[in-house]
């Protein structure tokens, strides 16, 4: 069965760096990729998609690859704020539905 | 205003009840879904409606129900809510732009935060 991964351990940056988020799947082709930010308590919003024939796709700060072969997407923060700090959910599409990643927490100190 | 509303935002109440929650949104989209949340499980699909007349289970829809009222409106009830269902419950709508190259871009409501005693 399909399968999303992220790691469930927080990343813990200083301010002013690049914080680097993974997402990795198995068994699956998807057509596209979602990125999601989810501050605690409060519902996901959307931050980028990245289709398959896109290795790259950059929004201000944020920039997310897709490597179709390895089956993994990054997603990067660059010179990241404390406001930052959030978890990071990763989405692919499955039969007219998203399969969301249980998601990385980013810690973004001072 | 919120495009996405739920209510209640906070429940807490007792093993064997019944227990609606509601969702209303104001983007116009024919898509919504109920999802709960739970640490270190994430989202998971409970129920899924593409149009008033369409309504799916999702991964784990047993011990729920729901209800399309209209476009704007997609109900979910636990019939008789046990402790296990003490979760984070989301809505979520998208629209069906695009055609075959669409995506199902989704925007979320602001939570119900359940606790089943």
């Known amino acids: 069965s399909q399968k999303i991964e992220q790691n469930s351990e927080a990343l813990n940056i200083q301010e002013g760096k690049t914080a680097t988020l993974t997402c990795n799947y198995t068994?699956?082709?998807?057509?596209?990729l979602q990125w999601y930010r989810q501050d605690p308590g409060r519902g996901p919003v959307f931050l980028l998609l990245?289709?398959?024939?896109?290795k790259e796709k950059r929004k201000e700060r944020l920039k997310v690859t897709f490597d179709t072969t390895l089956k993994q997407s990054l997603f990067h923060i660059t010179a990241s704020q404390p406001a930052d700090s959030a978890t990071y959910l990763c989405?692919?599409?499955?039969?007219?539905?998203?399969?969301f990643g249980s998601g990385t927490r980013l810690l973004v100190r001072p | 205003d919120a495009d996405v509303t739920q209510t209640p935002r906070n429940r807490i109440t007792k093993t064997g009840k019944r227990i609606m929650l509601e969702c209303s949104q104001t983007?116009?989209?024919?898509?919504m879904y109920w999802y709960r949340q739970d640490p270190g499980l994430g989202l998971r699909l409970i129920y899924y409606?593409?149009?008033?007349?369409?309504?799916n289970k999702g991964e784990i829809s047993d011990g729920y129900s729901v209800s399309r009222q209209a476009q704007a409106k997609f109900s979910l009830s636990l019939e008789s809510a046990i402790p296990n269902q003490t979760a984070l419950y989301f809505c979520?709508?998208?629209?069906?732009?695009?055609?075959?190259?669409?995506?199902?871009?989704?925007?979320f409501g602001p939570g119900t935060r359940l606790t089943v005693l």
């Open positions: 983007k116009g989209h024919d898509r």
């Open positions: 979520a709508t998208s629209d069906t732009s695009g055609g075959a190259s669409g995506t199902d871009t989704q925007y």
């Open positions: 068994n699956y082709s998807p057509a596209y």
């Open positions: 409606s593409f149009d008033v007349k369409d309504i």
């Open positions: 989405a692919l599409p499955l039969s007219y539905k998203l399969i």
């Open positions: 990245i289709r398959e024939n896109e």
